[in-house]
């Protein structure tokens, strides 16, 4: 009998292999190839760089643009930062942390498809697991099992450490320039985004924010109790309230400001995927998008 984490990734390889058709395998390395990479040398900067590449102090220097030119190593090294706190678990049907999972398992599986190595790293406040770099099948399937894996229950009150979790992937991943996906609802406490700019300062950065429709719109209900899912407070509120849903929508749209310029500040163009979407669309946007970005 096949255990849980071999059945989803058997179902995962199945639906990539019929539904994508080799639109994704090895997309990755020309859209995100910020691994592994070797200084060769400098050379004058045309407008078809990506101008992360410009040497800033050459350039002042010489009073013209330069690029620094790169090797790239066969081998790829990926990470995936995964939080798993309490918001992660809100929502019904196919929640959050069911979306991360999948997806977190896809990419594993296109990544160690070409012979390229990947890590995880879980994070839920002060309980996080660690899963060094391999390549193989096997990896994908250690990975999953801890996926997969029940939580433990946080402390009651306390919201997500997104500092804490991003300064811990920048102190593992130290040793090797590598491509790092960060998945999180991003809901916790500020200031995270002082060590995602160290993180992106390193490496490759692919931030993916995985968020609920109910979120970013109250559905209309009626009367409801609702629970925080950071700090376990209840409170019954009326979700038909035109005056509530007013005051909610003004929240959301400053969060989303707020969460915006967090991003710019820290040098990163998040994705944003919904609960609700098809998760190899979606996969496949995601991708598609970061190339018109770089670009």
Do not use: C
Request: no cysteine.
């Amino acid at each position: 009998m096949t255990s849980a984490p071999d059945r989803l990734l058997r179902r995962l390889e199945w639906r990539l292999g019929r539904r994508l058709d080799g639109r994704l395998q090895g997309a990755y390395r020309t859209v995100w190839h910020g691994t592994g990479i070797d200084f060769t040398d400098l050379r004058a900067y045309t407008p078809e760089d990506d101008v992360r590449h410009i040497d800033w102090n050459v350039t002042a220097r010489l009073d013209e643009p330069f690029v620094r030119q790169y090797t790239e190593d066969r081998e790829l090294t990926a990470w995936l930062v995964i939080d798993r706190s309490a918001s992660m678990r809100f929502g019904q049907g196919a929640g959050k942390e069911s979306i991360a999972t999948e997806l977190a398992v896809s990419l594993g599986r296109l990544v160690t498809q070409g012979g390229n190595r990947i890590g995880a790293i879980l994070y839920d406040n002060g309980n996080h697991k660690i899963i060094p770099p391999r390549t193989g099948r096997d990896q994908i399937l250690r990975i999953t099992h801890e996926l997969l894996r029940p939580v433990t229950p946080g402390t009651p009150g306390s919201s997500t450490d997104l500092s804490a979790m991003l300064q811990l992937a920048a102190v593992t991943t130290l040793r090797r320039r590598s491509l790092v996906f960060v998945m999180s609802d991003f809901i916790g406490d500020p200031g995270w985004d002082r060590p995602l700019a160290m993180l992106t300062h390193r490496h490759e950065v692919v931030v993916i924010r995985v968020v609920d429709p109910a979120e970013l719109e109250l559905p209309d209900l009626g009367l409801i109790l609702v629970e925080d899912a950071e700090t376990g407070e209840q409170i019954l509120v009326d979700t038909s309230d035109p005056l509530l849903r007013g005051r909610l929508a003004t929240q959301v749209g400053a969060r989303e400001d707020e969460l915006a310029e967090g991003m710019r500040r820290a040098g990163v163009d998040a994705h944003r995927i919904t609960t609700d979407q098809d998760l190899l669309t979606a996969l496949v946007g995601m991708v598609q998008r970061s190339g018109r970005v770089r670009r």
